[in-house]
T-cell receptor, first 111, second 112 residues
């Protein structure tokens, strides 16, 4: 039982490049989330999903897209990276109990 | 418009004493409240949660109190230990199908 895993752990992109962050969970959780953490801003929700095939916008969705084709995976895409997207990205999942589990994070730098 | 507020950026507490972290919210529709602990370079770790039908939930050294009329919740850690030094986030959600909103965090320092 690996919990929530994220790949990659680190990435450097040039402005305008695209990439996909992968989140996987093996707890059969319905709910999954993508957050970004910036200094002094806490955790801000980008997008979330309440089940396979569904996605919804969070607080800061602009510049990101997501997909939840399989229950265990939640993908976060950046189509054209910008320096403002330099951040640490966390994925989380939430099961039938009230416990939410986070992945270890992906540190993204956009130059 | 910040819906979940942690007004103390940092807090220092002597080892062995009680740590009290506070959180205020503005949305009366919030139904679930969660507390997390975060060490540098790691993902947040879930600590304890409470639903709006309760006013207290206890798990070992951690107790969360919810005051719905004041739209306030607090996390009590007793006794405080050195390993409790971390950033603590409060979060809230209106329903299981809604987004979870986080506060900006409070950095807790446990002093020897």
């Amino acid at each position: 039982n690996a919990g929530v895993t994220q790949t990659p752990k680190f990435r450097v992109l040039k402005t305008g490049q695209s990439m996909t962050l992968l989140c996987a969970q093996d707890m059969n959780h319905e709910y999954m989330y993508w957050y970004r953490q910036d200094p002094g801003m806490g955790l801000r929700l980008i997008h979330y999903s309440v089940g396979e095939g569904t996605t919804a916008k969070g607080e800061v969705p602009d510049g990101y897209n997501v997909s939840r084709l399989k229950k265990q995976n939640f993908l976060l895409g950046l189509e054209s990276a910008a320096p403002s997207q330099t951040s640490v990205y966390f994925c989380a999942s939430w099961g039938l109990d009230l416990e939410q589990y986070f992945g270890p994070g992906t540190r993204l730098t956009v130059t | 418009d910040q819906q979940v507020k942690q007004n103390s950026p940092s807090l220092s507490v002597q080892e062995g004493r009680i740590s009290i972290l506070n959180c205020d919210y503005t949305n009366s529709m919030f139904d679930y409240f969660l507390w997390y602990k975060k060490y540098p370079a790691e993902g947040p770790t879930f600590l304890i949660s409470i639903s709006s039908i309760k006013d207290k939930n206890e798990d070992g050294r951690f107790t969360v109190f919810l005051n719905k009329s004041a739209k306030h919740l607090s996390l009590h850690i007793v006794p405080s230990q050195p390993g409790d030094s971390a950033v603590y986030f409060c979060a809230a959600s209106a329903s299981r199908d809604d987004k979870i909103i986080f506060g900006k965090g409070t950095r807790l320092h446990i002093l020897p």
